[in-house]
């Protein structure tokens, strides 16, 4: 059974929660006139997905070249990598990570398509870094 916005009760707050977490929730505010919570489903989920996979990949990737003689390329990431090691540099990572989702976020709730595209533009720039990663890969057990 399908249910849509309209046919929920301002007052069961449980549904509303389950079907927006099962939409795929992106915020949730009150209102300032009536008191109801309300929902803007996410329709960068997507993309805040794939951004968080490819940083992951990222540092996945740089544990593995490190350890083969290269370098962090992020000059704030290599000194902490260089002088605190792999947990600070993980953690530094992905606060990095979820500084720049919370920018997109409160842009794409300025601007949609400001933060619409900065978060692609974050997508593409990780892809990037990634299909460097592969050749450099490719090169190192050739």
Request: with cysteine.
């Amino acid at each position: 059974m399908t249910e849509t916005d309209a046919e929920i009760s301002p007052s069961d707050r449980r549904t509303r929660f389950r079907i927006a977490r099962s939409k795929g929730l992106s915020s949730i505010w009150r209102s300032k006139t009536d008191g109801h919570l309300r929902f803007r489903i996410g329709a960068l989920n997507q993309w805040y997905e794939a951004f968080v996979l490819l940083n992951f990949m990222d540092i996945v990737l740089t544990l593995f070249f490190v350890r083969h003689g290269g370098v962090e390329a992020n000059p704030v990431g290599r000194f902490i990598l260089e002088n605190y090691g792999w947990p600070p540099f993980v953690s530094f990572k992905f606060i990095e990570c979820i500084i720049f989702l919370i920018i997109v976020q409160f842009l794409y709730h300025r601007r949609r398509s400001a933060g619409r595209f900065l978060i692609m533009l974050g997508c593409a720039v990780y892809f990037i870094l990634m299909v460097w990663d592969v050749i450099l890969l490719l090169r190192l057990h050739h």
